[in-house]
């Protein structure tokens, strides 16, 4: 089963910048999509992007379009989430995600098969 590492979040103030990246451990030559999704306390987990194999195709949640962009390198088994034009409501652990092997697409939260510890992101009014 593949792991997932998340680095890169952090405190930052209204309108500010945050990049998120993970790295995956799942073993070379499986194909599969990737992406980020997140849970605020008290809330539930929600879908904020995927993008496929091998990086044509990006979703993103209602919440978060406009204003984060997902990418891959497939080389380096890694996929980062660039969040611009913070919200305080977007303070949230999120969570690197990565659908099963032969699993092309993820638009969805059931798309996604595992996913990593987590990392803090916190945007301060």
């Known amino acids: 089963q593949v792991q997932l590492v998340e680095s890169g979040g952090g405190l930052v103030q209204t309108g500010g910048s945050l990049r998120l990246s993970c790295v995956a451990s799942?073993?070379?030559?499986?194909?599969?999509?990737m992406g980020w999704i997140r849970q605020a306390p008290g809330k539930e987990r929600e879908f904020v992007a995927g993008?496929?194999?091998?990086?044509?195709?990006?979703y993103y949640g209602g919440s978060v379009k406009g204003r984060f962009t997902i990418s891959r390198d497939n080389v380096e088994n890694s996929v980062d989430l660039q969040m611009d034009s913070l919200k305080p409501e977007d303070t949230a652990v999120y969570y690197c995600?990565?659908?099963?092997?032969?699993?092309?697409?993820?638009?969805?939260?059931?798309?996604?098969?595992?996913w990593g510890r987590g990392t803090q992101v916190t945007v301060t009014s």
């Open positions: 995600a990565a659908a099963r092997s032969g699993v092309y697409y993820a638009r969805e939260l059931a798309d996604f098969e595992t």
């Open positions: 799942r073993h070379t030559g499986s194909n599969y999509a």
């Open positions: 993008i496929s194999w091998p990086g044509r195709n990006k």
